[in-house]
């Protein structure tokens, strides 16, 4: 699992946009579970959103509910992470993660973890 931020990289102004991409090997994202994570620095790890295999079901924490969306492109193996309208409270190292059993998030354990990419907002 490979994260990394769009264009632009990770440092923003609150009120900016920026899109997380993570890409998968076909192994480790067919069928999986996918889900977005972060952490700040003294915070305890956040599962943020979930996406099933197919789209059809997802999940946000009620911390970015409203202003991210995760979607995922299985034709190309990747999962996203639109986040609008940040704040200073969304900086945090961002991880994506695969998990081969059945829906039921928030999740916290997974089977797969990619590297983290550090969003840092200004204000």
């Known amino acids: 699992l490979s994260a990394a931020a769009g264009a632009g990289g990770g440092l923003v102004q609150a009120g900016d946009s920026l899109r997380l991409a993570c890409a998968a090997s076909?192994?480790?994202?067919?069928?999986?579970?996918m889900s977005w994570f972060r952490q700040a620095p003294g915070k305890e790890r956040e599962c943020v959103a979930a996406?099933?295999?197919?789209?059809?079901?997802?999940y946000y924490a009620d911390s970015v509910k409203g202003r991210f969306t995760i979607s995922r492109d299985n034709a190309k193996n990747t999962v996203y992470l639109q986040m609008n309208s940040l704040t200073p409270e969304d900086t945090a190292d961002y991880y994506c993660?695969?998990?081969?059993?059945?829906?039921?998030?928030?999740?916290?354990?997974?089977?797969?973890w990619g590297k983290g990419t550090l969003v840092t907002v200004s204000s």
């Open positions: 993660a695969a998990d081969g059993s059945r829906w039921t998030p928030p999740y916290n354990v997974m089977d797969y």
């Open positions: 076909t192994r480790v994202f067919t069928g999986y579970v």
């Open positions: 996406i099933n295999w197919n789209g059809g079901s997802l």
